[in-house]
């Protein structure tokens, strides 16, 4: 949603939030060189540019794995939606230092031969038919590629100009990436430090986040299973009106299990498509402020019985018709055309 | 989120969990030998200093 252009749009939140980031990564920086300082073995130091290339490539890995924890965080408890706010500061933050982690790198280990660096990365450890002594670098280097990509086209410029279902599916190469760092770090320093530290940290970090999408992922498919569709000339159930909080909603599955939200406000029930045209977040689990639907994730805002954002915005949704009888909210899940005005269905005559 | 959307979601992570489990037992598993040179004779490092 954007009138007028602005690079960013700041906000007090938005500012503490990515000042509390960076304050949050600069201690991580610190610990790790004094933590990894202070216990190298006898004879095993590091070199103060290796020590601080590793910190910086570790408190990027562990930015990168808290991001991939937060949308599933978020679904299994509403106290992380307010990080799902700004999550794209934190992902660009998360490549820069990935950024500085490669520049170090390849000034450090690269930078002094007659080849060009990149040639070098790529050609000085042929073994790339062996798991021991695997050339580690490269995965590191694709991982960077595809961070790069998704970093240079955070911006909501991108997003409105390729369009949400292809910016969604582009930057779900970041769970590609995140395996390939993985791989990168155990083949790399897990395999050449003695400390087993290291492995503990990325297998956790790995074995966490992929643990909480897939209990999350099968939850969700699991909810559409139990809600069994069952359309009658278009018709579902939605349950008793007096189930819905004011201001909130339900959320339904619709035809091809596409979910339809259905909020309850004023004394009157309206449904729209569950799905913000933003990134497709679920505007069933946000409120009515208002008079409007705003979406939990980034806060767009639609008005329920039309689907329409509020001018000067010129968004809009599915909206789909809603009747109650002795107190049970039906919906016709046949979408309407996005931004169509559908009458509320009002309770008081429902229930006098 | 869309069906499509979650579902790919979903399968995603169902491929890379395995991938990844079987790198890291590999990265241990098969640690490479130390290079030849990895300790320094100690009247080397003497002289070095």
Known sequence: MAVGYKAVIWNGFKTSYVLTLWAAILAFIASFIIVTGMTQPEGESFHPVQLVMRAFGFAGFSLLSFILIIGPMARITPRFKPLLYNRRHMGVSAFVLMLIHAALAMVWYHGFSDISPLLSVLTTNANYDRIGGFPFESLGLAAFLILFVMAATSHDFWLANLGAPFWKALHMGVYLAFALLVAHILLGVVQHEKSPAYAFWVMGSAALVTALHLITGWREVSKDRRSGFKAEDGWVEAGPVNDIPNDRAVIIPGEGRERIAVFRYDGQVSAISNACKHQNGPLGEGRIVNGCVVCPWHGYEYKPRDGRSPAPFNEKIATYKVAIRNGIVFVNTKALPAGTDVEPARIEEAQP | ?49
């Not at chain 2, 790198?23 to 490479?32: R, S």
Request: charged content about 15%; glycine content about 2%; proline content about 8%.
């Open chain 2, 1 to 49: 989120m869309r069906r499509a959307h979650r579902t790919a979601h979903l399968a995603l992570w169902v491929i890379l969990l395995p991938v990844m489990a079987i790198t890291g037992w590999a990265a241990l598993a098969y640690k490479p030998d130390p290079a030849e040179n990895a300790a320094l004779p100690a009247a080397l490092i003497e002289e070095a200093s």
